[in-house]
């Protein structure tokens, strides 16, 4: 009876180990080295590279903020941040994480987090350029505290969609409606940037509400940088002459439980959508405000 126990034991221990090995192993391969994938761009000392360069802090105060960028440029990806925004007062403040392409015919897709005063809740800012042109604005609010702790922020961009998620749900879907004459972004490589500024000219309630600078300096900070993408390198992409593998992306869409997902989050959490705002487009709505159920 005690060998039988101790066999069990020892399996069980086995088990542990082995387990913990395999979990250990997929978080090495997960964790980001930013010293590798990204450069520091701006704010003289304010952007830091932390921990083994598996963490990268951004700070503002009343003279700079600051921002880093990717090394690399890609045409098509799933990108993943993992971000835990300013806290406490952080009116006036804008925490923006985006990609974008270069020239004055610029393709963009943004996610900026809009600062509040403490206690109330973010609005996430979203937008689609495509050839310099945006004016694609929806805003939602968040279902949890974004300060408490890291959540994920991914772009899912392909030749038929970009898709907005947080931690994994949906929250927006921008179509390729070429079809009806309206531009898509695809030929243009764009890097990811991110940046942490001062922007309360209009960031909270309109401009109504100041930066408090006895509340500076104000962080936020980035952890799990994934670039799951075609990677742009003289003037060829990494995706062009290797197979379909591991990249189902490419031609991911939304299923019936993503959809359901995306009106969820819409029907609840959505307080700014562009094809609604009438006043704001008094000859009409952009085209694509209405032709994207038919699509």
């Not at 034991?9 to 086995?14: A, D, K, Q």
């Not at 392409?101 to 900026?112: H, L, R």
């Not at 742009?232 to 439980?257: D, H, P």
Request: proline letters at 4%; charged letters at 20%.
């Amino acid at each position: 009876m005690a060998a039988s126990v101790f066999s069990c034991y020892t399996n069980v221990l086995l088990l542990l180990v082995l387990t913990s090995l395999t979990f250990g192993s997929l978080m090495v391969a997960f964790a980001a080295n930013f010293n590798q994938d990204i450069d520091i761009t701006w704010g003289d000392g304010r952007a830091k590279i932390l921990s083994e360069a598996k963490l990268l802090s951004l700070s503002l105060d009343k003279t700079s903020g600051s921002g880093f960028q990717s090394k690399n440029e890609y045409l098509f990806g799933k990108i993943d941040m993992q971000i835990k925004l300013v806290p406490g007062n952080s009116a006036g403040t804008v925490t923006a994480y985006y990609l974008r392409s270069e020239g004055s015919s610029w393709d963009e897709i943004d996610f900026e987090f809009l600062g509040n005063l403490s206690g109330e809740p973010y609005i996430v800012h979203t937008n689609v350029y495509a050839q310099g042109k945006g004016d694609r604005e929806q805003q939602f609010y968040l279902w949890f505290d974004p300060t408490a702790g890291f959540h994920t922020y991914s772009v899912l961009w392909n030749p038929g969609r970009i898709v907005f998620y947080v931690d994994g749900r949906p929250i927006r879907e921008f179509k390729n409606l070429e079809g009806f004459g309206i531009p898509y972004p695809k030929n243009q490589p764009m890097r990811v940037y991110s940046s942490l500024w001062n922007a309360d000219d209009w960031a909270t309630r309109g401009g109504l509400v100041k930066t408090n600078w006895t509340q500076a300096p104000f962080t936020a900070s980035f952890r799990k940088f994934n670039a799951n993408a075609c990677v742009w390198s003289n003037g060829a992409s990494s995706c062009s002459n290797s197979n379909a593998t591991n990249k189902t992306w490419l031609s991911q869409e939304l299923n019936s439980t993503g959809q359901k997902r995306l009106k969820w989050v819409q029907t609840n959490y959505m307080v700014y959508n562009y094809c609604m705002d009438t006043k704001r487009f008094p000859q009409g709505l952009p085209r694509e405000c209405n032709v994207t159920n038919k699509a």
